[in-house]
Structures are given as structure tokens and as C-alpha cells.
């Protein structure tokens, strides 16, 4: 099973997130091998846009097999009186993850690895599987999480640097995170429709965590199609 996750991080209006959906969905219905990737369980797709069309999504997608929606946050709360607040209870219904501790809010918003476990607290009580982003080992991996992306902040494309990981160096950097066995170990950072292949092929990376490239449906799905 490969985890192809796109994130659209703080981008589309309605009307361009309801065209991606239209565009991706009638790809996905025209190819054969992304409807065998899926209904063989080989493959799980997650989009995770923006808050506001979540629901949007939910009503396109419904319970299509191996299609999941994503947030790519959540309240450090639990709920109540905490205004402007998105806490997992309010996300439960419509999605199945959340990405969690992103490189850009531990540094654009001074998200710590407390507030990062008590937002996994949350998530694990209403079902949600977290999928943990960390930079490298100094990052703490949460004993809950089955789901890591290792996202070096350096190698994200829109960021600075942008410099890029090969799938060797992704696969020795699992060997320094000492994850449980069970964990689902996911890579992030310049994957794109010309590279994806590369990590997709190598075993010890179980999925990608797409965001520029996720943006333009086809790009997107011809991400989708290079899985195998
Ligand atoms: P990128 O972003 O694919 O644009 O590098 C990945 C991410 O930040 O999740």
C-alpha cells in the first residue's frame, strides 16, 4: 500500500477547488490503473485542502474506496469557547487524518511538541490518525503516531532552499527516527510528477506527501498513475 497525500496548503478559492475536484475525479474514473490501484488496496489517496472545503470535498468523494480527505491541522482544544478554533471533534465526520507539525507551522507559528501531543490527544479520541511531520530526529516522534513524513524543511519547494532528498537519503533517515515497526513512514519535499517515482519504487517509503505539485489536478494524478 502506497500513501499519496496532496496538500494544498493556504491555496484555491471555491471555485478552483471545486475544478481540481472535477478534473481528478473524472481522471481518476478514466484510468484503469489508479481504479486497480485502488480497489486492490495498493493504493490511498488523502487530500488535504484548505478547512473551508472539507466539507465540499466529503459531498464529492464520499465513501469511495481508498479516497480519504485530510485537515492539515487541528485545535490544540477539545472544544468549547475558543473562538475561530477548529477542534477534532467539529473535523471527526468528514475526514480520516490530519498532518500534523508541519515545518511551517512549528516556524511560522511557533508550534511546539507539546501542543503537537495534546492536538494528537484530541485527534486519537475522535478516531483521526495524525500523520506527523519532523524535520529529522530532533523532532520527538509521539508514541501514538503510525503515520511520519519526514519533511526536511530545506527540501520544501516553495521554501528558501529547496534543496532535494534522494530516496537513499530518505530511506537512511527511517533508520536514525527508530520508528516502530508498524509505522507508515512518508516523505515530503519537492516530489513531483518527475521524481515521485523514485520514492514511490523504494520499500522503505511507504507514501509521498505532495504540496506544489499537488495543485494542478493532472499533475496530481499523473503522480497517482506512477504508483506500483
Ligand atoms: P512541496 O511541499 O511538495 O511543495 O515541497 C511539501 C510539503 O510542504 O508538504
Redesign the pocket.
Known sequence: MKYIIG?W?ANKNLLEAKDWVDKCISTIKRSQNILNLLSNNSLSIIIAPPYPYIGLMKEYIGDRQGVFIASQDVSVKEGGSYTGEVPAKSLADFINFTILG?S?RRINFSETDEQIHEKIVNLKKYNIEPVLCVRDENDVIHNEVRYIAY?PAS????GPIAKRVSAEDVAAMKKRLNLPPESKYLY????NADNCQEYLKNEEIDGI?????SLDPYTFCSILEKTQ
Open positions: 496538500n496548503k508541519h511551517e519533511e527540501a520544501i519547494s516553495t515530503g519535499g519537492s516530489v506527501l505532495v504540496g506544489s505539485a
